[in-house]
Each structure stands twice: as C-alpha cells, then as structure tokens.
C-alpha cells in the first residue's frame, strides 16, 4: 500500500520520518514529494533520529519524579547559564565545515527560544575543530566513537556535521544520542530559521516526541479510521495511546499531561501551519486537537513555537538534577546585549590601501564585546565565494600583504560584535578602501595635513578644522551622517600656505558619529566627528 503526499515548494520541513515498514506482508511506503520553483531548487526532507533508550526513559521518570518532591525549583527566576561547547567537524582535508557566523545565528536563535524559561546558553572557550571523515559523515555509527573522544566533560557537546548516513529515506538533520549524551546538528541547520536544534536540544533535557508512539506509522484513515481505538500506540517500545480528557496523560505518549494528543498528523501536512482541520477522535468519541505550535511535535512553518508549562518544568527538573552537575556554572556575561553600530576607524571612505603592503583595519572597541567577526570582501554583497572572516580578540586585523589580487581595485569591511551570551548582532553598515599598486602622490591626503579639534564634541560646540597645506588650495568642506545624508551644503574655502583654521557653522547634531571630508578635483580625505 503506498500513500503518497505532495507538498508544494514554499512548505519547509525541518523534520519528518519517512518510514518503510513491514507489517503484516505489506509494504507500507510514505513517499513524500517536493516540487520547488526555480527560486528554491528541489527541497530534502529531514528527520530527527534521536531514538528512546532505556536511559532515557529512567531520566524522563527520573526528572518526573523529582518535581513531585521539589516543586520549590519552578519558582527560582535567576537566570541559568548552561555552557556549549561547538565543535566543527570537517573532512579530513580540513575544508569546509559550517561558518563560525551561522553558529553565532544558531546560538542567538536557541536562547530566544529558551529565554522565557531563564536559560541561556553561553559558548565555552573557543569553537573547536575535528577534521575526519568518518565523523563528519557517520556520527551515528563508527564517527560517534570519535565524536566521543572530542567531549568537553564541562559542557553541553553539539557537534556540527555535513552527513548523518542513515539506511532509511531522507535526511537526518539531528539527533541527541542518550548514550553519549551529545547533540550532533546538520549543517544545513545551522542558522537562525530552523527549529531542528531546540527540539534536539528538548530530547537533551528528556522530552520525548509529543506524538511519541507513532514516529513510524503517523496516523492516517485507512489504517486507524476516524476514530482510533486501538490502546497501545503502533510504534515500539510499548506505551498507551493518548486521551484527550487526560486520564493516561501521565503514563501515555510523552507523560506531559499540558500537551494534547498527536497521533503524528504533522506528517505530511502542509508546511504553513494551516490549522490541523481534520476530524480525528480518540476512543472515547472526543475531537482531538493537537498543539501544532509545540517544538516537539512535526507541525512545521508556525510562527510562535513554544514549550508547554509541562515541558519547561521538565527541563528545569533535568538542569537540577545530579546527572547534569556538570553543566552548573558560575559564568555571568559581562553584557548580555552588545550595541550593533560598529564606528570605523581605518581604512574608510574608499581611501587607497596599496596592494603589496599589510592592511590594518581598526575600530572602536564595543563596551562588552569580547570577540568581533570581521568580513573583507571584494563585492559589497559580502557573498561567501568572494568573502574571508575572521574572528578576533581586538578591535584591530591586518589584513597580509598581496591578499588582494589585481583584479581587485574596492575592498568592502565589516565588523559586528559579539561574546560569549550576545551572538544576535549583524553588521549594519561597512567601510571600503582602494585597493592599488602604487599610492597617487597628486592625491589630497598628500597635499593636506589636517585634523578636527576636537573630534568629540558635544552638540553645540564649535567645530573646528585646522588644515596644514604646502601650496595654495581650494577645497571644498562638507558634512554628512553615517550613512550619507548632507548635514550641511558643501562649502568652499581657498587655503593658504602654512596653518588654516576654519570654523564650521553651528548645527543641530544628534549623539552619533558624522564624516567631515575634504575634497577638490585631486580627491577627498575625510575624519570621523563623534557627537556625545
């Protein structure tokens, strides 16, 4: 017998088991197949692999049991710090492997998640690395002994990885191994859009499937009808199938007695989250009603997915016990958000950079930052094939000689902030230089020697320019915002030989940084003002 289901090109799934089962002589095949339009290209549908085991099951019961005798943890407000340790698998040649920049997305993206239950998760040391094959491609089989040998015993162990083989269809994107007791993510993702690592990271804490029970034959008319009467779900190992009137909600399916039945009507349904209209009633003759926006279930494309009252508790349970000691800290975060505007120092304004020599980008150290990410491109779009980022403990990089071949003649920069809490900052504007052979000695920067005193000011205050020329100059003087507006129209000024002080007129500044340029038909050379 084989069901098949179409689902259209802007449907996403995170998740999903395609199962071939025996049952009975019967091959039962779900097939599922995407059409995309040339804006997506086809879509591989995923799966979560992560499987019960028996000690799983004693840490669900284990953590059940827990929040009967300490009911006082639910009330606790601080906030938890529970450290990550990333490691970023790769081939054995050291290629590839997922952008230090989408697992700071990732990150962001998880503590979102998890920020109404006061956890965070924070970055332990350094993003480590493992090049090997095996490990990158069969993390569930004989890469998993290796994954094994890389854990930090301090933390919570997520390792990133381009394959997860599996003899079934479709793709593994995750999977949280109880054994081993680590997270292994896909590549694919690694970002802040899927949902793939906080459910990963649910079966950490010892949630199960909201549907669990029927991870390999999901509920469908011909097999179960309209209404199900079977008792014991189809899927092994054995447990009751679930009532909507809650009477075996604490023994039945994932034993949250806050999250409704699922008999697994995600499977195949439209990936927008439309809501789940179709009439299924348990034995008891009551309509079921799923909750599609739960992490844990296999509804896909919701906007708002949460954890249920029920699943946090367990999850706090799961934190406090003594299986997790480990991962109790004393980190506190020296900020928890970073400022997102970046003040450049140098190169900016297209300013020539020669080609032949070490260029050193600087700028403003970000009160709280630890670390920045640091793109230069030679196109503005910052697209991966044109692009080298860097992490760095200063507020300064040097970029080696000859990194820029001649091909290149406009070098983009960018910069945002981040430590080991704050990853949610992107790079909101970016600076450029020149890059050339041979510096143009008829340039202004060679005809000028200038500064602006002082260069932070109050708003108010006279500006003033003092320029130091060898020859006779007109120039024109002009000021504008960061991101380019006019604050004053363009004014001319003839300079004479020697030390010239020109005083701007008074303007309305706001706190900010604003550009005060120089410029003639020879070039332009231009100075940050920073208003307090």
């Known amino acids: 017998r084989i069901f098949l289901f179409y689902v259209p090109c802007s449907f996403y799934l995170n998740e999903i088991f395609y199962q071939m089962l025996l049952v009975k002589n019967t091959i039962l095949i779900f097939v599922l197949a995407i059409f995309c339009s040339s804006l997506f290209g086809q ?9 019960s085991t028996p000690e799983m099951d004693a840490r669900l019961e284990a953590n059940i049991n827990y929040l009967e005798k300490n009911g006082a943890i639910l009330t606790e407000r601080a906030t938890k710090y529970v450290p990550i340790r990333f490691t970023v698998v790769r081939p054995t040649s050291g290629t590839g492997g997922v952008s230090v920049k989408n697992i700071m997305k990732l990150l962001c993206k998880i503590n979102k998640d998890y ?22 491609t069969d993390p569930q089989g004989v890469g998993g002994n290796i994954l094994k040998l890389q854990k ?49 990271l649910g079966h950490f804490f010892s949630l199960r499937h ?7 034959q999901p509920w469908n008319e011909a097999d179960f009808g309209k209404t199900v009467t079977i008792t014991i779900a189809p899927c092994p190992p054995t447990v009751a ?13 994932d034993r949250v007695c806050d999250t409704p039945p699922d008999y697994n ?33 296999y509804f896909f494309g919701c906007g708002d997915y949460h954890f249920s009252q029920g699943q946090i508790n367990l999850i706090k349970a799961d934190l406090a016990s003594a299986a997790r000691d480990y991962l109790k800290s004393t980190f506190v975060p020296t900020a928890t958000t970073l400022q997102e505007t970046i003040n450049y120092f140098s190169p900016i304004d297209s300013v020539e950079k020669l080609r032949s ?26 697209g991966s094939a044109f692009t080298t980022t860097e992490i760095v403990n200063e507020n300064q990089f040097t970029i080696p000689a000859s990194t820029f071949t001649a091909s290149t003649t406009v070098a983009f920069w960018r910069v945002s902030a981040f430590n080991p809490v704050s990853t949610c900052n992107a790079a909101v504007d970016y600076e450029t230089f020149q890059v050339v052979t041979a510096l143009n000695s008829n340039k202004i920067d060679s005809q000028v020697d200038w500064s602006i005193v002082p260069n932070n000011i109050k708003n108010g205050d006279e500006i003033s320019i003092m320029i130091n020329t060898s020859s006779t100059l007109d120039v024109n003087i002009s000021v504008t915002s960061t991101n380019g507006q006019k604050l004053i129209n363009p004014t001319s000024k003839k300079l004479s030989i020697g030390e010239n002080r020109l005083v701007l007129e008074k303007m309305d500044l706001k706190p900010g940084i604003y550009i005060i340029s120089i410029s003639n038909i020879d070039g332009i050379s231009s100075k940050k003002l920073i208003v307090q």
């Open 43 to 51: 879509r591989v549908v995923g799966k979560c692999s992560t499987v």
């Open 115 to 136: 920020a109404n239950q006061e956890l965070q998760f924070f970055i332990k040391d350094d993003i480590k690395y493992l090049n090997n094959d095996k490990a990158n």
């Open 152 to 200: 930090d015993k301090d933390a919570l162990n997520m390792f990133f990885v381009a394959d997860i083989m599996s003899d079934s269809e479709g793709q593994i994107l995750g999977f949280y191994s109880p054994n081993n007791d680590f997270v292994v993510i896909r590549n694919s993702e690694v970002n802040d859009v899927a949902q793939t690592t906080s459910h990963e």
């Open 210 to 216: 909201t549907f669990y029970g029927w991870e390999c």
């Open 241 to 253: 199938v679930e009532l909507v009137n809650g009477s075996n909600c604490a023994t039945a399916a």
């Open 265 to 297: 009507f995600g499977f195949g349904w439209p990936n927008d989250c439309r809501y789940f209209d179709t009439e299924v009633y348990d034995r008891n003759d009551e309509l079921i009603h799923p909750d599609q926006s739960n992490y844990m279930s």
């Open 357 to 382: 020599a070490p260029i050193t980008l600087s700028w403003e150290a970000v009160p709280g930052a630890t670390s920045y990410i640091l793109e230069y491109s030679k196109n503005k779009s910052f």
